[in-house]
């Protein structure tokens, strides 16, 4: 089944869950004929304080009468087992109340459950690329600020680009820039999703080796997700049939579906043709789909 599905579904079942608890604990308290005199006694007030109110009439006897009313249906509540809580829906998400769309938007909670399928590790929270620290020194900070727009510009208008691959050796920041380019795409309600190279080749080996229908579950997550970080690639171990195959399999998918692919690398591009060859190294270093960065301490190269 397609990823997307899955999340959709999983979110659906969490909302009408709520909505069936809810409605099961008001039953089991309506079925309670001291507690079902009081919900009648309560509506029938409320009616006519405002009633009182469009009239410009005092209601201040009948108000206090609801709140007595309100805490001895409370008290019963209470009796039963039950608070007020427990009689409106309790949505996991509050911000969609669980439909995993706000303003025809993903919400963070759909994000967070395509991320729980690709990789288990531990929910992230990407910080959006307009809200990252500055980096000390100043020759770097200025490079970083340069690259942070372009990455912002990029997930405002992607239509220049497919992918992005950042380049540079260890502790310049390569991740944190993807990760906040993730952040960003979040931001504007796409759906965007991270993996190490490492992971991603798991899931390679697990599609490849398993022959029944789940292997489905393994790939789609990550041709699944609008923007798709694989983060340090080349650290991977290169498994033969497996490793490049799927690679190449992986990127062209996401192209053809113009889905936004990031890869961050300790390789130079040299080190990338060397390893991967031709096909792949096309496929991410290409001008015209790939915007480079070359990070390398102080210094920066953009191709
Ligand atoms: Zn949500």
């Not at 009182?52 to 007595?68: F, H, M, N, T, V």
């Not at 706000?102 to 399928?117: D, H």
């Amino acid at each position: 089944m397609d990823a997307k599905q899955i999340v959709k579904n999983e979110i659906a079942k969490l909302r009408s869950d709520a909505i069936n608890k809810a409605q099961e604990n008001k039953l089991k308290a309506l079925s309670n004929s001291h507690f079902r005199s009081l919900d009648k006694e309560e509506r029938l007030l409320v009616l006519k304080i405002s009633k009182l109110i469009a009239e410009d009439k005092p209601c201040g006897a009948e108000q206090e009468e609801l709140i007595k009313i309100q805490k001895a249906k409370q008290k019963e509540l209470n009796n039963l087992g039950l608070t007020k809580e427990d009689l409106v829906p309790q949505f996991s998400c509050n911000a969609c109340e669980d439909t995993g769309i706000i303003n025809g938007k993903y919400c963070k909670c759909f994000n967070e459950k395509l991320q729980a399928l690709i990789s288990s590790t531990a929910e992230k929270q990407y910080t959006p690329l307009d809200k990252l620290n500055s980096v000390k020194n100043a020759k770097q900070a200025e490079n970083i600020e340069k690259i942070k727009q372009i990455l912002q510009n990029f997930v405002n208008n992607p239509k220049n680009y497919i992918n992005i691959l950042l380049c540079g050796k260890t502790g310049v920041g390569k991740t944190t820039l993807a990760e906040g380019l993730l952040g960003s795409a979040q931001k504007e309600g796409k759906l965007a999703c991270e993996l190490s190279s490492f992971k991603m080749n798991e899931l390679f080996t697990k599609f490849h080796t398993t022959f029944t229908n789940e292997r489905e579950d393994y790939l789609s997550p990550m041709l699944s997700c609008d923007y798709l970080l694989i983060d340090d690639l080349g650290t991977e171990p290169i498994k033969r049939n497996i490793t490049l195959e799927y690679l190449y399999l992986l990127l062209s998918e996401r192209e053809k579906y113009n889905k936004h692919t990031i890869i961050t690398t300790n390789l130079n591009l040299d080190g990338i043709l060397a390893r991967y060859g031709e096909r792949i190294f096309s496929r991410i270093s290409s001008k015209k789909t790939t915007l480079k960065f070359y990070i390398d301490g102080d210094d920066l190269r953009l191709s």
